[in-house]
């Protein structure tokens, strides 16, 4: 997927999901999303990279009706998109076979593995912000599970298509294990909980032991500004 580093707007987000819920009350079809395109790949060679993996899913919980469940979906995943290709370290974006997002960042600094930390708080709490405009009182009704490792990955392109474009390595199959883990968290390998700042993991993250012999750690971690907006919506 071709990426372009762009600002992340949150009051442009709640205006963007205005529109969706008029399209959603005014027409019958669903939205595509445009923005997951196999344009200008931009990687022709084999490339071996230490790197922070993001697994990102979306599960719907209890929304029944198929529309607004596909319009819920599309939202998030959007403006999912958009958070994460607001960071200056990200280099690849994928959509997997499985509806996960996966994404790759450049992250040689410490403080670069906590900016990774920041937005996956972002990427939950919108999830929200998104149930909230849609008048979906039940925030558990579709949740956000995010796994985060750091390690070697392996990428290169074998054709001119998306479908020939591939990202391999441990840190990846790591962070799809975390988003598997413990729903509706921030689940983190111990790379990256050994390379955070004490304050943050004291205060933000707790061991919940093993998943398949990886020791990791979760938290339900949130965006403050965001949360705030969806206690105001009451």
């Not at 960071?87 to 040689?108: E, M, N, R, V």
């Not at 390690?151 to 990202?167: F, H, I, N, Q």
């Amino acid at each position: 997927m071709k990426i372009e580093n762009t600002d992340f707007s949150f009051d442009e987000s709640l205006k963007y999901l205005d529109e969706l819920v008029v399209q959603l009350k005014d027409v019958s079809e669903i939205p595509v999303c445009n923005t997951l395109t196999d344009e200008d790949l931009p990687l022709r060679t084999v490339v071996a990279i230490n790197c922070t993996a993001m697994c990102i899913k979306v599960n719907n919980k209890s929304v029944k009706d198929g529309k607004v469940k596909e319009y819920i979906l599309h939202a998030a995943m959007n403006l999912i998109i958009k958070i994460l290709a607001s960071s200056k370290t990200i280099k690849h974006l994928h959509l997997q076979a499985d509806g996960g997002l996966l994404a790759i960042f450049d992250t040689p600094m410490k403080k670069d593995v906590e900016e990774i930390i920041n937005l996956s708080a972002q990427v939950r709490s919108i999830n929200e912000v998104v149930l909230k405009k849609f008048h979906i009182m039940d925030l558990a009704a579709q949740v956000v599970t995010v796994g985060i490792d750091y390690g070697p990955v392996t990428c290169y392109c074998a054709g001119t298509s998306l479908d020939e474009y591939y990202l391999v390595g441990q840190s990846i199959e790591t962070a799809k294990l975390l988003s598997s883990a413990t729903q509706d968290c921030v689940n983190i390998s111990n790379n990256i909980y050994i390379n955070l700042p004490e304050d943050m993991t004291t205060k933000l993250f707790t061991s919940h032991g093993f998943v398949k012999n990886m020791k990791y750690y979760y938290s339900p971690l949130i965006n403050i500004r965001m949360r705030k907006w969806v206690a105001e919506q009451g």
